[in-house]
């Protein structure tokens, strides 16, 4: 059956079974890669996405719930690198691997969003959901404060 | 030193025989000119280093056709300015691909703005590591130290021919000459060259110009070295752009996964694949010696089916980890390690220890364990394979911490020549050692279902998989005994290691051509900075047959906690402060007195702190002096330790990218806090218990101290950075807990229930 939805502001359609998740029909069907597979249990936040611009693990979220929404990814953010998270992420050189770290952006961007000027203990918070084996926290911890500021 | 120069005009190459001709020893450096620039290949190894050099380019065809056309250079200058680096070590975030190319940079006096940088070709006989005897392998932390001089040798070499060129096309003496970045300058006449300029139409010497070490420039010269920049690739992993392996697609491709069996050397025995062929989507399930795999069109049909058949199959009892028990084996290796009448093999020694033991005023004693650990690299194991229909030639698309070890596992597994293996290696989602071992399994499973399948094969590790599958940091007990003369002074320090071994499973060639000594395991027993003098550290050998593995900070983790636990120990038992006691034995080592100086005033060591206390610990490690504190509380209804602020101090010589030191320094410090607090992996016949993030839990942001890292910047040859700390981590935190509690922590990690029981 085939699912439609919008990923990044384009319309698209899959005909991967309903119970796919997202995550391989946006890494494999879409190519679009950003989005990584870490755990495949929604427990370290390497597939982070929003729906309907809410944060939402793509590796626990089956096309069926996907149908008529929309999608943002890493890709989707902004089209130069020009999110203010993306900016301060750079100018504090978080990323190491890197691997994580779509996943990280998107989980902070749905802070932010919700909350422009977090606490330091409410970036804790909201980012636990999200595992960094490089360890880079401290630096994401910066950076979700320097966008903060500079937005 | 010779060189030979070949010249080029376009595309107008050389014929072969000229390219190859004798002009005496062949050169160890290949320079082309033409329209596309000015090209300098080296070669890192002496002798007939470039003459290999050659032939393997050819051999290579991807890298270099017969004519020597696309032979890989380590530095390009193109007309237009932009000078094209090599970077040889791989990057899984550590930082080489944009440190390495900046030390040719510095003494090549290139402008940075102009270079770009280019993931090596596998050659190794110009790109090879010299740290790991011309293998490209990056581990150990050692790229920047190996490839240091190396590199600024050559970068100093084409500035020379740079320069010499500008001195004849001017016809100015050399020594009127001077290079701003990227520029020749004659101060005198006021002209200037761009490199760029000089690749159009330059000629080439003879012989490449000599560069001794006094040529090169002085630190306080760099302009680069010891400066920040951003990591080149780092733009790419703010966007969702930067390729690692598991992100590639070819071609016709479908996908594989594996059920492996639980344990090292079993087989498949019984397999019902009918539900899984019933999975849609399924192609077929292919029966491999280590265990069975799906064929997919989709990574999910594969997931499905293979969680179908995992149910179904069962496993010969080959193999030798069966009916092993970590909980069973650790008593097993802390009686061993106990019992002085089991001689082990002499692993270090200095002076004569049992006598100035038995000679002692006064001995303590003490034991301690380190559990198995998992590497939990984010991006799962994973690899691309494509066989050709004879099987005599193959493709891979992975990622690797040795160009070489991939090359030449995939080569062996098919029993083809090394040149018939293309190999394309991408970023890697981590590695910390999992990513290097002889045999690549990983990589040989694509390898395996291509070759079945007739087209290529994408394999996916679930993280399931890569727990059940990993390859671990070895299960290790410890008795140490501390032998003090009658003024208190430590003159005797014996310490014996019974641990699951590590080289000979993860590397048999390395452990042979070691001769059989394993330093994955062993390494951090050697107490070179302290004034000890009589030491003596015995290895009892074990083989569980479990999948062991190098894990960023190797044989350190588990070495470094027990012996700085133990010196604090002997501190607390002589009844003075454990920082003057480094003090003490480091009377000869100045560096590293001041990594423990500076680290004590960052922590203000001195200072009580209300329901919390500090631990310390110095480490040397491969070079690097570091020192750490950490601060701690302890919630005793729980068992929970919480490490609030951790300080280091860091002396590596030359900090080449200081920001990356820091960043790495960082790093570490977050790994070392897992493995002391909470990571732990357990075998019970022979398989892994854990499976996920679930139930192996690596430190989250919540979980972190705040982290404050100094670098003690010296003039030393630069050494490591990617894991020195992480062996500060857990006998920091173990010292903290002490002057907490009075109860010394022996077992890492340091999970709630272990605190709680020895709390009591």
Redesign the interface.
Known sequence: MQTKFNVNGNPVATE??SH??LL?VL??DL???????????G??G?CMVHIDGKRAYSCQTQMSEVAGRSVT???G??PD?SHPL?KA??AE??????????GQ?MSAADLLQRKPIPTRAEI??H??T????????????RAIERAAREA | MSITVSTARGNALLPEHEMLSGRGALSRRQVMIGAAGLSFAFALLPRTAARAATLAAEAHGPVADRTGKALSPWVSIAPDGTVSIMSPATEMGQGTLTSLPRIIAEELDADWADVRVVPAPPLEKIYGNPGFGGMMYTAGSNAVTSYFTPLRTFGAQVRRVLIDNAARHWDVPVAELATEPGTVVHAKSGRRLTYGEIAGFAALPDKAPEIKPADLKKPSAFRLIGHDVQRVELPTKVNGSATYAIDVQVPGMIYGTVQRAPVEGAAPDAVDDAKAMAVKGVIRVVRLPYGVAVLAETPWAAFEAKEALARTVTWSRSGKAWGFDSDKGLVEFQSAARDLAIKGFDWDKQGDAPAAMDKAASVIDAAYACDYAYHAQMEPLNAIASVSAAGDAAEIWCGTQSQTMAQEAVANVLGIPREKVKLNYYLMGGGFGRRGHRDEEFIIDAVLLAKEAGRPVKVLWQREDDVHNGRFRPLTAHYLRAGLDASGKLVALHHRVAGDRVLPFADPVRYKAAKERDPILMRGVELKSYDIPHQLSEQLYRDTGVRTSPLRGIGFTANKFVIEAFLDEVAQKRGIDPVQFRFELLKDTPRGRAVVEKVAAMADWGRRRDGRELGFAFIDYSGTLVAGIAEVSLHRQSGRIKVHDFWCAIDCGIAVHPDNVAAQTESSIVYGLGLSLSERISIRDGAVQESNFYDYQVPRMDEVPAMHVEIVATDNHPTGVGQMATPLVAPAIAGAVARLTGVRLRHSPFTPERVKQALG
């Open positions: 991967a079974p796919t998740p391989w890494r494999e190519k679009l890669t950003g989005t990584k597979f870490g755990c495949g249990t427990l370290c390497a990814t890493i890709e953010l902004s690198s993306q992420w750079l050189n978080v990323p190491q691997c890197g691997y994580c770290q779509s952006i804790i918070d980012m636990t999200n595992i960094c084996r490089c360890g880079t926290y401290q630096r994401i911890v």
